[in-house]
């Protein structure tokens, strides 16, 4: 990794030095930076004129010497590889309706431009967030394409599971309940089945088809690549049905908000609901972005 030390360059040249540099590195390469004061400057520069392109480290603060990693990020990074560098973003994604699971491959200035937001500014708020859970500290990219196979059918699969019996009697109770005052919660009932029907025949075929080809292809060296290819498309393709049914979710429950009148159980049907969408998206996040790729970038003949 380069060091620069900026001390030793004239003040007027400095951030033009750094500039330098920084355009010198491929994608993925760092470089550190030394100084006797705070660089927020220098960082300020940076989120305006390289904004999403690049990746900012505090390595030390002060009080006599500053120093920072930066990295040059893919300057067409896509929303699914900012969630892979930055795993808390996922919930932040979620929040403001940016899909980084079935539509991972899409730019990130893009998508984000397209919800009216600065890329530049969400940027900023991405590097300071803090992952608000163990899910979110996990480094998937480091893990075997088996392992990864053994963690969704673990966590994922058996949270599924569990969880939509849950929600269709939850839906069912609420609807019978406030039905008559809200009109919407017919159609809720209705997605939350239709989730159901495309969501447990899935979890089958990756665990009774997929999965074990991946196993035996990954322990073996061998096996059907245009099986698996073929089989990958699939899925994808009812990933994205699931997530197109959880986007009409949150808009029919207006972004997991209960109306005014809304009993305890009607708010935790919602609640449980938004955790659901949590779960699933990282979920086929996990799948498309993480473990597709990585058996895509693996040669098993």
Request: glycine fraction near 4%; include cysteine.
């Amino acid at each position: 990794m380069i060091t620069l030390d900026i001390r030793e360059i004239p003040p007027k040249t400095r951030h033009q030095a750094i500039f330098d540099k920084f355009h010198a590195l491929e994608p993925g390469e760092s470089m550190l930076i030394r100084t006797d004061h705070d660089p927020k400057p220098l960082f300020y520069q940076f989120t305006a004129e390289q904004p999403g392109r690049f990746k900012w480290e505090n390595e030390s603060a002060g009080p006599d010497i500053w120093e920072v990693r930066i990295t040059r990020m893919d300057p067409a990074a896509t929303v699914a590889s900012i969630v892979r560098d930055y795993p808390a973003a996922a919930g932040l994604f979620n929040r403001l309706g940016i899909d980084y699971c079935c539509h991972g491959d899409q730019p990130f200035e893009q998508a984000v431009r397209r919800e009216g937001l600065d890329p530049a500014e969400l940027m900023s708020q991405i590097r300071n967030l803090t992952p608000a859970s163990a899910s979110e500290r996990l480094n998937y990219g480091q893990w075997s394409l088996s392992f990864i196979c053994d963690f969704i059918e673990s966590n994922h699969h058996s949270y599924v599971r569990e969880k939509l019996p849950l929600l269709k009697d939850l839906s069912e109770k609420v609807q019978n309940a406030h039905g008559g005052q809200h009109s919407f919660l017919m159609e809720l009932k209705e997605c939350i089945s239709h989730l159901g029907q495309e969501l447990l025949p899935h979890l089958r075929k990756e665990e009774d088809v997929l999965f074990p080809a991946i196993r035996k292809a990954e322990a073996t060296g061998t096996g059907d690549t245009e099986m698996r290819e073929r089989l990958k498309n699939e899925l994808k393709s009812e990933h994205e049905k699931a997530g197109q049914l959880m986007k009409r979710i949150r808009q029919i429950t207006n972004h997991y908000t209960p109306p005014e009148d809304a009993c305890a159980t009607f708010s935790y049907f919602y609640q449980e609901l938004e955790a659901f969408e949590k779960d699933l998206f990282t979920h086929v996040h996990l799948e498309n972005n993480i473990l597709f790729e990585k058996l895509s970038r693996t040669i098993i003949c």
